[in-house]
């Protein structure tokens, strides 16, 4: 049989999420309405509703006003009837988050786990995440689909790490989405953590309004996720957003990606602390940071953007500086994408939150005036959460779009369940 437009199973799988994508985009919607807008006749949508209520992911909720005649039912989506789980691996701390089907979390739990090698850091991740379900209240054949949110280079199709920087070589080939499928049994979806990111932004942050919009993670490593047209820019690759492997500085520091003077090389958070600790004998007795370090032994990020509030100290100026340098690298996205907002997230974004101005007056003073004028550039309203957020909104994009197979899979499950 034909799995193509033209066989009637296919025709009826699209038809039925069609109304169901309605009702998830609408407070509440009648029948009748839903007739009117999907050009289906009364009685296919009572059959697509009947099969939707059985499932749960469709409710009554009383009635609506009446247009002359019968007051129609309202029919409402039921964001409980599902949940997602949502993974975003970084090197130390791997959040994970259970979200309904409308992407309210639930809870959002982070690990302290070293994922610089595959083959332990993977299984020890899967245990310690089906303790926290076996701890949670959600049963696990309402879980749909797994979202995971990884950094680095991969081949999106098959979930395979192509070459990682961040979390290290070892990684190199690796297949995430076979080995949390193997586990789970279920639907896994894998993308770049920053195009994650951007995706929450758009869909559940502060870009609901934005169809054009560049997100950029500055982290352990920088990087962006780029959405034109409401949808994300991949390039023929996959590898589209590599913003921090732009060369700030010919023969700059020693980047993990090979070159040299890479934005990343340079203000990644491992770029600073490398940076800080060695100029720390140069430092000024009475300067903050120095006091830090006297007082503590060591110097961590929180106490760089700690005295970074102190005008004229060591830190203050280091993040300026990344500023300037954030703010040219801006410039460039900007007159290359011409998005209509720029959101600023990772680790770094809150402390660059501090030196907006100079990032603005650097990409009004660098990229055409026309495009920068126009462009919004603020920090991400979903700050640290982005990325596992992003993780949930993708598993949720992949499981409501046109062709999915969620309603079947919901079926067959409900179908066990009381046999
Ligand atoms: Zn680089």
């Not at 005295?307 to 990344?322: I, P």
């Not at 990325?387 to 499981?399: R, Y």
Request: charged share 25%; net charge positive; hydrophobic share 40%.
């Amino acid at each position: 049989m034909p799995k193509g437009p033209g066989n009637s199973k296919y025709v009826k799988k699209i038809n039925r999420m069609t109304v169901l994508n309605l009702i998830k985009q609408h407070e509440v919607v009648s029948r009748q309405e839903l007739a009117e807008l999907t050009g289906l006749t009364p009685p296919a949508i009572t059959g697509i509703i009947r099969e939707l209520m059985e499932i749960g992911l469709v409710k009554e909720v009383g009635l609506a006003k009446s247009r002359g005649g019968r007051r129609p039912v309202k029919l409402k989506f039921n964001p409980e009837a599902g949940y997602v789980l949502g993974i975003e691996v970084t090197r130390f701390e791997t959040s994970v988050c259970v979200a309904d089907l409308m992407n309210v979390p639930a809870q959002i739990n982070k690990i302290d786990l070293d994922m610089t090698e595959p083959e332990t850091g993977i299984p020890l991740l899967i245990n310690t995440i089906k303790q926290i379900l076996d701890q949670g209240t959600r049963e696990r054949k309402n879980f749909l689909g797994i979202g995971v949110a990884f950094p680095g280079l991969l081949s999106v199709k098959e979930g395979k790490v192509k070459r990682s920087i961040n979390l290290g070589l070892k990684w190199k080939g690796y297949r995430v989405k076979k080995a949390f499928e193997s586990n789970w049994n279920l639907p896994v979806f894998v993308e770049n953590n920053s195009n994650a990111s951007a995706l929450a932004e758009r869909w559940f942050g502060g870009a609901v309004s934005y169809r054009d919009l560049v997100y950029i993670n500055l982290g352990e490593g920088i990087s962006a996720g780029i959405i034109m047209d409401d949808r994300i820019l991949h390039g023929f690759q996959g590898h589209a957003g590599e913003i921090g492997h732009i060369v700030m500085v010919e023969n700059g520091p020693l980047c993990n990606c090979g070159n040299r003077g890479c934005l990343e090389s340079m203000y990644g958070v491992p770029a600073l602390l490398r940076k800080v600790n060695s100029e720390l004998p140069l430092i000024k007795k009475d300067d903050p940071l120095k006091e830090a370090w006297q007082t503590k032994g060591k110097i961590g990020i929180e106490d760089v953007e700690k005295c970074a509030c102190v005008e004229g100290s060591y830190a203050h100026e280091l993040l300026r500086q990344m500023a300037r340098h954030v703010g040219l690298a801006i410039a460039d996205v900007v007159n290359l994408y011409n998005p209509e907002a720029v959101f600023l997230g990772g680790k770094m974004a809150k402390a660059m939150g501090f030196f907006m101005d100079v990032i603005k007056d650097t990409v009004l003073t660098h990229a055409f005036p026309e495009i920068a004028s126009s462009t919004i550039i603020e920090l991400s309203t979903l700050g640290e959460k982005s990325g596992v957020i992003g993780a949930c909104a993708l598993a949720l994009k992949e499981l409501f779009k046109p062709t999915s197979d969620i309603v079947d899979y919901i079926q067959s499950n409900t179908f066990q369940k009381r046999r």
